[in-house]
Every structure is written in C-alpha cells, then in structure tokens.
C-alpha cells in the first residue's frame, strides 16, 4: 500500500492511462496555442515592418493621391473614418443601452424579448456584407447616390447587437440583494434599472460600447454598398466618403508602389487604434468590475 501511495503509476493502470492521455491533449493544445501564435506574429511582423514604411506626416495632412503622383497621405480617409464611426457610436450606443436595459428587467417572461434576443444573437453572427446590401436596397437604392449616412447606418447595425448583449449581459450579474434593498426603499422599478443596476455595471457598459466601436472600425465590406469613397476630402456627410478600409482595400490590390506604401500604412493605424479600444475596453473593465 505504501508503494502504491508513493508511486500509483507503477500499481494503476488506470491512472498510467489517464496520465498518457493527459499528456496527449497537453501536447496537442500547446502545439495548437503555438501555430496560432507563429501565424499571429508573422502577421503582425509584416503589418509592423511594411506598415512603418507608409507612416509619415503626409499620412495625416495630405488627401489619397492619383495613382503615379508622388506624396499623399490617407487625411480624408481618416477623416471619413472616425466621422462615420463616431455618428454610428451616436445612434447605437443609446439604442444597444436601452435595448439591454429592457431585456434584462423585462426579459425571462416577455415573448417579445425573447424574439428580441434571438434576433440580437442572428444580428451578431450576420456577415457584414449582407448587412450592407441590406442597407443598400433600402436607403442608396431609393436616394439613388452613396452617402456617408449610409455607410453609418451600416455601421450602426453592426454595432447595435454587440452593446446590446453586452448590457443584457453585464445587468444580469447584479446581485439581487442590490435590487432588493432598492425595491425595500420605495424606488420605481425604472429608477432601480437606471440608477441602481445600471450604475453598478457601468464599466462593463463602457466596455461593450468600446468593442463594438473596435468592431466597426475596420469593417470594409458594408462600405462598399453605402459609403463608397471619395478621392477629394469632404465633410458632406450625404455624399460619398472616403472611409480608411475602403481606401485600403482599393489600393492593396493596385499595381502602384505609393498606393501599397499607403494602404500598409493605413493598415497599421487601423490595427493599432483596434488594439488600443481592445485595451482600453479589457483595462477599465478589470478595474471596475462589479464584486
């Protein structure tokens, strides 16, 4: 018994088996872990080493440049970018709040939350590119031109169902004995979901707000069907727009060397704000995170 005790491999088959196995599926996560991150890397290697080349102060104060000129930067892109972004932020931040806020108080019982939820959760693994059509046959089709109201429309479906999950989610973790002791002081059941529950998970809040904003960021393809780009700056926001994934997506595959030189370049700042949001957004979450 006490060799048994002092070394079960050599008395257990079972446990020999058990361990063998164990091993096994050790070896093959590591060896899975380790060729995703080789392929990782190398991406990021080539997106840092050919996306320095293309940054530059042009980058920012000059507008895409015809296709043998020398110079250019990507300004109106960017310009286009964060004016298309920060307008779907507008529209779906309020409307994903106040969404997840009524699933959450009104949700285990309600058919229409339920429908809801469902919908929500089909939204959220929808392609980007039906989104886009979707958007295309029922705003460009019947303005007849391209916009960058479309293309933030676009966006603001994108982004809508992840701030919506994110707060149905995030409400459910308040523990009840909160909104108990709130129901016990007289507080109106709309009071305790927006003064009570909503402000004690108003980090996670924040942070589904930050991922969907990173997650609408580099989209490419409902802009091909609303915003289309333009190659001048402007700020009509019912005209095309140039928009940074559009501009990157056009001139990758072009034969020109200053337009590759560019779309590296904008390649690298969509990444690096994407990974700043993601960062920023895990930060703030593990800081304030309810207990």
Do not use: C
């Amino acid at each position: 018994m006490k060799d048994l005790v002092q070394n079960p491999t050599s008395k257990n088959p079972v446990y020999r088996r058990r361990l063998f196995w164990h091993r096994i599926g050790m070896a093959l996560s590591i060896a899975a872990m380790a060729l995703g991150l080789f392929f990782l890397l190398w991406i990021l290697g080539t997106l840092l080493v050919k996306g320095f080349d293309g940054l530059s102060f042009r980058l920012f104060t000059e507008v895409t440049p015809a296709p043998t000129s020398d110079g250019g930067g990507l300004m109106n892109a960017i310009f286009g970018s964060l004016v298309m972004v920060g307008l779907a932020t507008l529209v779906s931040t309020p409307i994903g709040i106040l969404a997840g806020i009524y699933l959450a108080e009104y949700g285990e019982r309600n058919k229409v939350a339920q429908v809801t939820r469902f919908v929500t959760d089909v939204m959220l693994s929808a392609p980007s590119i039906v989104i886009g059509l979707f958007v295309y046959a029922l705003y460009v089709a019947n303005v007849k031109h391209y916009s960058g109201y479309a293309g933030s429309i676009a966006l603001s479906l994108i982004a809508i169902p992840v701030v919506v999950r994110t707060t149905d989610n995030m409400l459910k973790l308040v523990p009840n004995s909160l909104l108990e002791a709130a129901f016990a002081l007289g507080a109106p059941r709309w009071k305790v979901a927006t003064m009570v529950r909503l402000r004690a998970v108003k980090a996670g809040v924040v942070t589904g707000v930050l991922l969907a904003v990173a997650r609408i960021s580099g989209e490419t393809a409902p802009l091909l069907f609303t915003a289309l780009n333009n190659q001048f700056f402007s700020a009509d926001m019912n005209a095309p727009m140039a928009n940074l994934p559009y501009v990157i997506f056009q001139f990758a595959m072009s034969p020109y060397d200053n337009w590759r030189a560019l779309a590296w370049g904008g390649a690298l700042l969509v990444t690096f704000s994407v990974l700043a949001l993601n960062i920023l957004s895990r930060t703030v979450f593990s800081q304030k995170a309810p207990q």
